[in-house]
């Protein structure tokens, strides 16, 4: 039995896999070891009382509701699926994708034109079931364990709900998206019932997650300029602003915290409203 503090489960492949360790290794909780996934299903991190747990994807929902974990990394789609009573505590920001009905060009434009008895391939039967209900959808739920696109090609089904990132898979077999049946991302769940430390090991991780949608930005700012420049400058509670010594002119530094999407705007403006001599910084981590 393990019999660490806290248990993180991973999915133990699959294309978050990676991006998600990346995001433990910034929080400073990634694996000691690259993991292999036939092999490892248990990894220490520099934590001593956190080790990463690598389960199958759809395993990590009823791991968490069970207590067998304490935090674990699920799309929202599996979570749904699975039909558990768990709590998602973040959203990391890491596979965002929508659940799509999809059929094959031709076929139907809308979900009105659907016929009765329409056979719908997914692996998603929960999710799919309570869909068609919700539609007033006459039909039959084939389940699939993968591939689903390929099964109106093989006569198996008229068509499918899967995830959906790019659609280029659904183009290549001759399909198209007529209805969003759910939007998705990698979340960060517990159980219902959860301890504090474990509570304080999801702050850091969301530590990282909020600081990754900002930059520091810091700048030497002339007195006669500095009510123009601050007018122009977002922050979380205001720029911290301190005077510099020894300049040729009254000069002051500041400092502050940029959403990147706003980063090229906001640049642009305090260059033109005086600000000089300005540095972009990477947040590695903000705690409110």
């Known amino acids: 039995m393990l019999r660490a503090k806290t248990r993180i489960a991973v999915p133990n492949k699959g294309r978050i896999r990676d991006p998600i360790i990346k995001l433990l290794e910034a929080a400073g909780l990634g694996p000691q070891y690259t993991p292999d996934n036939t092999r490892v299903l248990v990894a220490p991190t520099p934590n001593p009382d956190t080790v990463i747990v690598f389960l199958r994807h759809e395993d990590i929902p009823v791991a968490v509701e069970a207590g067998a974990v304490d935090i674990g990394f699920a799309g929202h789609d599996y979570v749904i699926e699975a039909g558990v009573a768990v709590r998602e505590v973040l959203d990391v920001e890491i ?35 309570n869909y068609v209900s919700r539609k007033g959808i006459c039909a039959r739920i084939v389940r699939v364990s993968g591939s689903a696109e390929i099964t109106p090609l093989l006569g198996i089904a008229d068509a499918i709900i899967d995830v959906v990132s790019t659609g280029t898979t ?119």
């Open 95 to 129: 596979g965002r994708a929508k659940l799509m009905l999809a059929v094959p060009e031709g076929y139907a434009d809308t979900v009105e034109e659907l016929p009765r008895g329409v056979r719908i391939a997914t692996k998603y039967v929960r999710i799919a079931t």
């Open 170 to 288: 659904l183009s290549l077999h001759g399909l198209k998206p007529i209805d969003t049946v759910l939007e998705t991302s990698v979340k960060l769940i517990v159980p219902k019932e959860v301890k504090s430390d474990v509570m304080d090991v999801v702050e850091i991780i969301a530590s990282v997650v909020r600081a990754r949608k900002l930059k520091l930005v810091m700048m030497n700012v002339p007195d006669r300029c500095l009510e123009k420049v601050l007018s122009v400058l977002p922050a979380m509670a205001g720029p911290s602003i301190s005077r510099i010594e020894g300049a040729k002119e009254p000069m002051w530094e500041v400092i502050t915290a940029v959403r990147e999407d706003e980063l090229a705007h906001v640049l642009l403006e305090a260059k033109r409203a005086g600000a000089r001599d300005i540095l972009v910084l990477n947040v590695e981590r903000l705690i409110p």
